[in-house]
């Protein structure tokens, strides 16, 4: 079975901190995807990353990076320089190339001035 | 940008009426997904298809239906709605990308629904 684990329900840190959030998952096939979207207080579903299990290439999109590691089943996400438009709940997800769509139970960051 | 859209965006029902909460995309991907999520929490997962005619029941369980009839349209059903029912409702959809591989979920902007 698939399964996604965040095991920080909630992180606060004051602006300018770098942050990272874990995401640890679970599944026995070859072939998977995994996500990272943001939840803004306005509650919209914001699409950030995709990575495939094949390509496990470390990426960095301005102040955001992710740290995609096979042999610990983790996909890290980190904020570097924190702001306060960072505050939202993070949600790490993961689909296998047939089954259905796992989100973990999110990560609130709230991010301090 | 994603074209996926929800309707109602907010509703305000009373108890033991019927709803529909209406769910379309044009983007022809094959999978759509309903997810319940009370705001800022977990996103559970109530209905899922691959396709048309195709429809599973989520993680959660729930007192709603789904149908399948056209691969853009999904909507959700609740035959009497309940104060427990009383939650955002968010659909999306995947497909796949021209190397065939799964594209992310798009998500429609949700239904805060409201049984009184």
């Known amino acids: 079975a698939q399964k996604v684990t965040q095991a920080q329900t909630e992180i606060s840190v004051v602006e300018k901190e770098d942050v990272t959030l874990d995401c640890v998952y679970e599944?026995?096939?070859?072939?998977?995807?995994l996500f990272w979207y943001k939840q803004p207080p306005s509650g919209e579903l914001v699409f950030l990353i995709r990575?495939?299990?094949?390509?496990?290439q470390n990426e960095i999109s301005g102040r955001y990076s992710w740290n995609f590691q096979k042999s610990t089943s983790s996909f890290n996400f980190t904020i570097t320089a924190s702001q306060v438009v960072d505050s939202a709940v993070y949600f790490c997800?993961?689909?296998?190339?047939?089954?259905?769509?796992?989100f973990g139970t999110g990560t609130r960051l709230q991010v301090f001035p | 940008e994603a074209d996926i859209y929800q309707t109602p965006r907010y509703l305000v029902i009373g108890t033991g009426k019927k709803i529909t909460l209406e769910c379309s995309q044009t983007?022809?991907?094959?999978?759509m997904y309903w997810y319940q999520q009370d705001p800022g929490m977990e996103l559970h997962l109530i209905h899922y298809?691959?396709?048309?005619?195709?429809?599973e029941k989520g993680d959660l369980s729930s007192e709603s239906t789904v149908s399948r009839i056209r691969t853009e349209h999904f909507p959700l059903t609740l035959e009497s709605a309940r104060p427990s029912h009383t939650s955002q409702y968010l659909c999306?959809?995947?497909?796949?990308?021209?190397?065939?591989?799964?594209?992310?979920?798009?998500f429609g902007q949700g239904t805060r629904l409201t049984v009184v």
């Open positions: 999306a959809s995947s497909g796949r990308d021209r190397v065939a591989m799964n594209t992310e979920a798009f």
């Open positions: 997800a993961l689909i296998l190339a047939t089954d259905k769509l796992i």
């Open positions: 298809s691959y396709g048309v005619n195709s429809t």
């Open positions: 599944t026995r096939d070859t072939t998977y995807y």
């Open positions: 983007m022809g991907h094959d999978k």
């Open positions: 990575r495939n299990s094949f390509d496990e």
